[in-house]
Nanobody, 120 residues
Framework: QVQLVESGGGLVQPGGTLRLSCAASGSIFSMNTMGWYRQAPGKERELVAVIASGGSTNYADSVKGRFTISRDNAKNTVYLQMNSLKPEDTAVYYC??????????????WGQGTQVTVSS
């Protein structure tokens, strides 16, 4: 089984910064896309940013220019640098990973979520 372990959430004031990390471990033959999603109370889960194995990225319009996604392929780890945080960024942030095992089966796993709260 593959586990995704997130870290880095917390409480920050508006305009502040946080860096989220998500490390994948287990039977991964080939890691594909990794990304971050978030879910605010009473809302559906939404994409924040994703990064392909080759490094191409895609961001939600609401975070463009403020958030940066990156990854360390050797460590199967994805990061989300969040700058200029706003109260509307408050949500539970979930890590996502798409990977293949040795037999070529595709899997899509989620982390347990980490709370990000932006408030003064």
């Amino acid at each position: 089984q593959v586990q995704l372990v997130e870290s880095g959430g917390g409480l920050v004031q508006p305009g502040g910064t946080l860096r989220l990390s998500c490390a994948a471990s287990g039977s991964i033959f080939s890691m594909n896309t990794m990304g971050w999603y978030r879910q605010a109370p009473g809302k559906e889960r939404e994409l924040v940013a994703v990064i392909a194995s080759g490094g191409s990225t895609n961001y939600a319009d609401s975070v463009k220019g403020r958030f940066t996604i990156s990854r360390d392929n050797a460590k199967n780890t994805v990061y989300l640098q969040m700058n200029s945080l706003k109260p509307e960024d408050t949500a539970v942030y979930y890590c996502n990973a798409v990977y293949y095992n040795k037999l070529g089966y595709r899997y899509n796993n989620w982390g347990q979520g980490t709370q990000v709260t932006v408030s003064s």
